[in-house]
């Protein structure tokens, strides 16, 4: 049994990380309802992977009507009324590293969400510019890095290839879009 809590009270960045989180979400949301493949749930869904002994709030989790299916997922009912909590393996799974979660992000997360069963794990650091925007897949023995092509990463979860794009708003604050193709 795990003996570690990590606990981040700290704000979230409002550049570097809410709104990467935002254009991430938002394009995914529509992509996935276009294209009626499962549910996309953002920041706040509790999950929980007993075989990696794991539970937390990732940015942003996807799971397929196939995993639902199959029953690789189960959606848990709160005390008083809906759903609270997201059990077993979700197929896609996001975090947006900050000052406050690097180590959790680039190191711990990468592991355990490979324990869990997750088939990607897409990781997304815009604290420096150029943003880094990382699809990792699944293999047999670990995670490993998408590779990129003219800038595209292709993901197997969702069939499409991607790219994050960064720009600057008319005053001068970061941007970002999700492109998809």
């Not at 992509?31 to 920041?43: A, E, F, I, W």
């Not at 997922?73 to 809906?82: D, S």
Request: proline share 2%; net charge negative.
């Amino acid at each position: 049994m795990r003996k570690e809590v990590w606990i981040d009270m700290s704000k979230e960045q409002v550049f570097t990380h809410n709104l990467v989180r935002t254009a991430v979400t938002s394009e995914l949301y529509n992509l996935v309802n276009r294209l009626d493949l499962g549910l996309l749930l953002s920041d706040g869904v509790l999950f929980t992977n007993r075989e990696a002994d794991l539970s937390g709030n990732p940015d942003l989790l996807f799971i397929s009507y196939d995993s639902r299916e199959q029953e690789r997922v189960e959606l848990i009912e709160g005390k008083f009324r809906g759903y609270t909590e997201i059990i077993g393996s979700p197929d896609m799974v996001l975090e947006v590293v900050s000052d406050s979660s690097e180590e959790k992000d680039v190191v711990v997360l990468f592991e355990d969400y490979f324990t869990a069963g997750i088939r990607e794990y897409w990781r997304v650091d815009a604290r420096e510019s150029p943003i880094s925007f990382e699809i990792f897949k699944r293999n047999s023995k670990g995670f490993v890095a998408a590779r990129k092509q003219a800038g595209w990463l292709k993901s197997a979860v969702f069939g499409k290839a991607f790219r994050m794009v960064e720009s600057k708003d008319r005053l001068g604050d970061p941007k970002y879009l999700l492109e998809v193709r």
